[in-house]
């Protein structure tokens, strides 16, 4: 009797971690598990008119440390990251960024020097650039929580 449960159970419990393997495999497998925006898994979405002059001056102005799509360099952080939300990250950030720089306290990327070449109207411009990119890839507001 004994021996017939173990016939029984033993097909069931190698067949449970198979597929259990197999989810983890292709839940987890891609590299993109801890739900990073990646240059392969960007989404681009339709900018508006003013998202799309601002993309420009990103590019010219901010994508050399951002990233193209804003994904993050080697030499700054991505802004297509949660914590740039814009609940967490008002549209003022950006601005004091430009005109000020920022002392490095998210990453170990260092200080980001001030932007000079940028003013307000550009910023605007680049901040809805950055918004459209976040809405589209599912950065959410979420309220700051300290
Ligand atoms: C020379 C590299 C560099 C350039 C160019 C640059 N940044 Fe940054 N930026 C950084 C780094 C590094 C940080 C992260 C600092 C930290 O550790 O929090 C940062 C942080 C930021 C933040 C977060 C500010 C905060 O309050 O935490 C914003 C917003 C930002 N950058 C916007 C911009 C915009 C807009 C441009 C273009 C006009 C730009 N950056 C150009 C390197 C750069």
Known sequence: MIERIKQLILPILLGAVF???LVIMFSGGDGNSNGEISTANVIIPELSEFGQQGKGLFDANCAACHG?????????PPLLHTIYNPGHHADEAFLRAA???VQAHHWGFGNMPSV????????LQIVRYVREMQAANGIAPQPHVM
């Open 19 to 21: 597929i259990g393997g």
């Open 99 to 101: 005109a000020l720089g």
């Open 116 to 123: 000079p070449a940028v003013d307000r109207d550009d910023i």
């Open 68 to 76: 193209e799509n804003a994904v993050g360099t080697n030499v700054g």
